[in-house]
């Protein structure tokens, strides 16, 4: 009986299946059991750290639509988190809605915001429209700081305690099983949109654009679609964000904000989901695991005590964005690809 | 009157921007990247001055020795950081500016402190009057040698065999090794001549602000006047960086009474967005020819 | 398609009956051992405002590193934890998370500056960190927060002062107002409490202008006041702004009085702008490094035992003061050292003398409000620092 060397698939449907073979269904089992009892195995803070992670991961992949699957480069990103959070709060703490309203319609307003930079940058190209999109992000952080009637200016505002069926969320595990629905929501959603046909008519505009026009794929349909999508996540990340911090203000969304989420998707892999993810984490976490490892050096080399200076982790960070890039520029997502790869085809090297 | 004296302080400020803007512009004609360490090449640049004249070495030496450094410091940047990435998406060589960037600042913080210092101008207090317009003598030279830059870059990139090899080079890198062009030398060239223009406007910008670390976040102020001019236009960055120091100086001595103020830092971003609407390729900027 | 469904509803199902699982129980006596005492503060140390907070850091370890020395305090040892936040409002939040839930700190002594408090508050509420912030605005004591106690003279106060003077002790014809104030909550503030001072006393305010705190250039803000004719400019933002103020005011030759508050008011304003701040007066509630009092005394001696030569030296005295407040309120508290019994402790100070540090302290369990009192410093160009021009005033009652 001829032996199966590699899985075949025989229909559309098992080609753009997610989980394809009883293997990667088991890890996903096990991985989700162990996202469920995370809160019992470490302590609070690091449950504070997976909901920071959580909402990267979300604005992320929502970057990671507009900029990797569709090519168009915003370094904007933050401001539509801060129009997300900030309607998620006008209604939350203004009206008083419940989360199932705010982050939704702040996710809405913000999609909103998107075509409406989306339509305007669509001859723009490359560099140019990143500068077009940072222009957009300065310019809603300026209203926002100055609208004080809307926003609160510089006080910021406040926004109340999520309320699930009566239930408040006011501690950091409750929070974070909420914010787990919500992200594992997203990427499902997200994963859909790529592999099927919308998500191939993004790659075609970032890969031959004016070929793609000529097969009939509609541009202006689809860069605006993806600007909207993209900010969609935004926003939600935005309210989101604005649940977990309890106040928000407009310099939590600045350019550097933009920046850094550009490079989670970047050292993350562009055009891949998972890679978003890989990449939010990392710029969540990279900061915090530095301090530690750098403390527990601190600790065990006695030259070192007192000579440990808060910049080093900053330079260190810096430092290991540049090696990832210079050594993997395909980002944390090719090094998972290559490991994946190197576990399924062993003892063979390719 | 005070329309004419905000202009000329824009003017001013403008050929600091317009230096900034050139060294973005030199990188992104030699290799076609933006560089986003520039701000920290300026600030180094600055703290080396600064350190330099405090050692009691005399301005006039000061200056050539800091633009060496900053030479030395930008050949060793492409060397590192620049050359392993030959070859590959412009982006992902954007994103290694990035890493460097905060790489630089921290490490500018932990060697040269964080406290502010002020840099001991050389030129006298007491600023020109001119037809009843005040001018301060380093704005004067800031403007003097912004001008006198442009001239020399103009003629380096239409004419010297290593400007035209750097066009050729970031127009199409295959190409241009096909046709003999040593990319390696081209590379190094164009960072180091990048970083000594950064030297320039950080030595421009110390004299005019108080120096710390935070002297990198200028570059930022900078990108409007480098895209308005468009990417690889060097009169284009000097035309820009001076239209943006005039709109800022006239939108903060107009607008900000009356909209509330900050009006002055939001303005060239704003008009940069209008101007690319219309502009895609910003006001000097060569269309991308695209090949299907 | 359909097997994925099915997982997502079931990941769905699952997770929300886990909304209800308990937050973890907040140990008591945190922090606290029978020989330690563990506390940690936020304060900015990285970046570009690192200036504005090393001193006080160094400061605030310096002093309980001096308390150690001399035994500790009930026979406890002082351990202390400084968690940079880089002046950043999200960093500031998390470093309190990490002081209070991974070191277990008793208490987080300073969260940072106003924007980081604000957005503490939550923690601040829920962890029961008491607390002498970096942040003198009118709603942070009014209504009273429980663990919130004052640092100084609130900025209302400081500037209500200042416009006090102006109208009752400058001697001027014709005054006339500018406001150079930041877009942040402390310099909206400042300008707020001048117009309506002013409007007070009929001094018109003639211009208000923004000056962000990296400006890169004053020209347009200097150029503005000019015309508008104003001869008095009072400034609402930290001390580089206003060095980069003073010294482009000296390029145009425009010579107003200048004001400016208590972050602003500090010997290295007159080191850096020279004969730029000869019109420079500054509100300020901490003792000038020059006095003679035992508490300034001390704090040179501190700075010498550890070899520190603070630039900016009124951010250092303020940081012994408040590590000083902090060590005798652990004192009062005794031996059952709590959030709360610590609270209780500090509200017992009844003019406590921080030896010309600070002006007397007192809290009291209705009011963490600080001493109305101010001291105008003004600028001496030949000496290099500031010098005492008035003595302790409160803003008058109008």
Known sequence: ?350 | MYFLELVISGIAVGSLYALIAMGFVLIYKGTGVINFAQGEAIMVAAFIAYYLVGFGVPFWLAVPLTLVASALLGALTERLVIRPMLGEPVFSVVMVTIGLSIFLRSMAGIVFGHHNYVFPSPFPVEPLHVGGIVLSHNHLWSMIISFLLMLLFFFFFKFARLGLGMRATANDQDTATLMGINIKKVYALTWGISFVVAGLAGVGLANVMVLNVGLAFVAISAFPAVILGGLESIPGAIIGGLAIGILENLAGGYLDQIVGGGVKDVTPFAVLFLVLMIRPYGLFGTKEVERV | ?398
């Not at chain 1, 993810?277 to 915090?288: D, K, L, R, T, Y």
């Open chain 3, 1 to 398: 398609m359909r097997n994925k469904g099915r997982l997502a509803g079931i990941t769905a199902l699952v997770c929300m009956v886990f909304f209800l699982s308990a937050g973890l129980a907040l140990a008591s006596g945190r922090g606290v051992t029978d020989d330690s005492v563990e506390l940690g503060f936020v304060l900015v140390k990285t970046g570009p405002v690192a200036a504005l907070g090393i001193p006080q850091g160094n400061a605030m370890i310096d002093y309980m590193k001096y308390i150690n020395e001399k035994g500790g305090i009930n026979g406890r040892k002082i351990k202390v934890l400084w968690e940079d936040d880089g002046f950043h409002a999200p960093k500031a939040v998390a470093a309190v998370k990490k002081l209070i839930t991974r070191d277990k700190v008793l208490t987080v002594m300073t969260t940072g500056g106003t924007n980081q408090t604000i957005a503490n508050m939550k923690n601040i509420k829920r962890y029961k960190i008491v607390n002498i912030p970096n942040a003198m605005s009118l709603e942070f004591f009014d209504p009273l927060n429980p663990y919130i106690f004052a640092l100084g003279a609130l900025y209302e106060w400081q500037y209500q002062v200042i416009v006090d003077y102006i109208n009752d002790d400058l001697k001027m014809k014709d005054k006339r107002i500018g406001v150079v104030y930041t877009k942040k909550e402390y310099g909206k503030k400042g300008l707020d409490s001048v117009k309506k001072r002013a409007a007070k006393y009929n001094i018109p305010v003639v211009a208000e202008l923004v000056l962000p705190t990296g400006a890169v250039d004053a020209s347009s803000q200097v150029l503005a006041l000019q015309k508008a004719g104003a001869n008095i400019v009072i400034t609402c933002d930290v001390l580089p702004p206003i060095i980069s103020f003073l010294k482009t005011a000296e390029k145009y030759n425009y010579w107003p009085k200048v004001f400016g508050f208590n972050w602003a008011t500090d010997d290295l304003l007159v080191k850096a702008c020279g004969p730029a701040a000869k019109n420079y007066i500054g509100a300020g509630f901490v003792g000038s490094w020059t006095d003679d009092t035992p508490g300034i005394k001390l704090v040179r001696e501190i700075a010498k035992k550890y070899n520190r030569k603070p630039k900016l030296s009124s951010l250092y005295i303020g940081g012994i003061g408040v590590s000083m407040l902090f060590a005798e309120g652990i004192k009062r508290a005794g031996k059952d050292l709590t959030p709360d019994t610590l609270k209780d402790a500090l509200e017992t100070f009844r003019d406590f003398d921080t030896g010309g540090i600070f002006p007397l302290v007192t809290y009291t369990s209705k009011s963490h409000a600080p001493a109305k009192k101010v001291k105008l410093f003004k600028a001496d160009v030949e000496k290099k620092c500031l010098v005492p021009l008035t003595g302790w005033r409160s803003p008058k009652d109008l």
């Open chain 1, 1 to 350: 009986m001829p032996i199966r060397s590699k899985t075949f698939c025989e229909s559309y449907h098992e080609d753009i299946k997610l989980l394809d073979t009883i293997w990667s269904k088991c890890w996903m089992v096990l991985f989700i059991l162990g996202l469920l009892i995370l809160p019992y195995i470490t302590d609070t803070y690091i449950v504070y750290m997976v909901n920071l992670s959580c909402i990267a991961v979300v604005a992320s992949v929502g970057l990671n639509i507009l900029t990797g699957f569709t090519g168009q480069i915003s370094l904007g990103h933050a401001a539509f988190l801060a129009i997300g959070a900030y309607t998620a709060a006008l209604l939350g703490e203004g009206l008083g809605m419940p989360f199932w309203i705010t982050l939704p319609a702040g996710g809405l307003v913000s999609a909103a915001a998107g075509i409406l930079v989306g339509i305007p940058c669509l001859r723009l190209k490359g560099l140019y429209l990143a500068m077009a999109t940072m222009s957009f992000g300065v310019m809603v952080e300026y209203v926002l700081i100055t609208w004080r009637g809307l926003t609160g200016g510089e006080r910021g505002m406040y926004m109340p305690e999520v309320n699930v069926l009566g239930h408040v969320l006011d501690t950091d595990e409750s929070m974070y099983y909420f914010l787990l629905c919500i992200t594992a929501l997203m990427i499902i959603v997200a994963k859909n949109i790529i592999r099927t046909r919308v998500g191939r008519a993004f790659i075609a505009v970032r890969d031959r654009d004016i070929a793609a026009e000529v097969m009939g794929v509609n541009l202006t349909g689809y860069k605006v679609t993806a600007f909207a999508l993209s900010s969609f996540y935004a926003g939600v990340a935005g309210g989101m964000y604005a649940y977990v911090m309890g106040h928000i203000h407009p310099e939590h969304f600045t350019l550097m904000s933009s920046i850094e989420y550009l490079a989670m998707i970047v050292i993350g892999g562009l055009g891949s989901i998972l890679g978003s993810i890989f990449g939010a984490i990392f710029i969540v976490a990279a900061p915090e695991g530095i301090k530690l490892l750098a403390q527990g050096l601190e600790s065990l080399i006695p030259a070192m005590q007192g000579r440990y200076d808060e910049e080093w982790n900053i330079a260190v960070f810096g430092l290991l964005i540049m090696l990832f890039l210079i050594f993997e520029p395909g980002g944390l997502n090719a090094i998972w690809q290559r490991i994946k790869v190197g576990f399924k085809n062993w003892p063979f090297t390719y």
